[in-house]
């Protein structure tokens, strides 16, 4: 049998990079980074953990290379986001609303923030590059803050972080506390008839407070 060419030996090792690195998220998101185990990583992807010790180096660094990815994945989304900068009410009121799509749909973020936070940051100090990835989710609010000021219809006294910091609270409330917050209250923070409800207030929210010039 012919040897396979170069270039196709390395998207077949991307393809598997990427497999082994959204297998791994679920199972981090799942039990956590002491409760995961590299062998059932290994056995949900049908490769070996000899394999992922060659793509990765261990499961810290797997784990690693899972939570940049995971925050990587917001701030995608954050900068394919298209704002008309004309219209600074509509451009914030996005921004939230894009930023409780991406929340929803990947539950396993939130997981592993939470995570994180339990190990009390650990594991993402080590990764020196996150705070420069993270900035852009201030410089584009900084610009629709600017914008708004400079047409009146935006506060001087709220900054981009404030507003990262409100915004991020909801969102991550809808999935980190939905079995807890459902339970007391009788309600489902998953069903996708309340999703547009959802959704629109944190736009609400958000208009409202910058808005309030008082």
Same mark, same amino acid.
């Given at each position: ?73 917001? =701030? %995608?989304?954050?900068?394919? !986001?298209? #704002? ?7 451009? @914030?009121?996005?921004? /939230? ?57 935006? =506060? %001087?006294?709220?900054?981009? !972080?404030? #507003? ?7 969102? @991550?409330?809808?999935? /980190? ?38």
């Amino acid at each position: 049998m012919a040897a396979k060419p170069k270039s196709e030996l390395q998207r077949d090792a991307e393809r598997t990079r990427s497999e082994l690195l959204a297998v791994a998220t679920e199972v981090f998101a799942e039990s956590g980074y002491s409760g995961a185990r590299v062998d059932v990583i290994a056995e949900r992807t049908r490769t070996t953990k000899r394999m992922i010790y060659y793509y990765f180096g261990g499961k810290e660094q797997l784990y690693l290379a899972v939570l940049e990815k995971a925050y990587r994945g917001i =701030r %995608d989304a954050e900068q394919k !986001l298209q #704002v008309n900068h004309k219209n600074p009410v509509e451009a @914030v009121r996005r921004l /939230a609303e894009v930023t409780f799509d991406h929340h929803i749909a990947h539950d396993e973020f939130i997981r592993l923030v939470s995570i994180e936070n339990i190990h009390r940051g650990e594991f993402i100090r080590r990764l020196a590059d996150l705070p420069q990835l993270s900035a852009p989710a201030t410089s584009l609010l900084d610009e629709i803050l600017r914008d708004g000021r400079v047409t009146g219809v935006f =506060r %001087d006294d709220v900054s981009a !972080l404030d #507003v990262h910091l409100v915004i991020s609270s909801y969102c @991550v409330f809808q999935v /980190a506390n939905k079995y807890t917050f459902g339970y007391l209250f009788d309600v489902d923070l998953a069903d996708t008839s309340q999703r547009a409800h959802l959704r629109h207030m944190i736009g609400d929210v958000v208009v409202g407070w910058l808005t309030n010039r008082q």
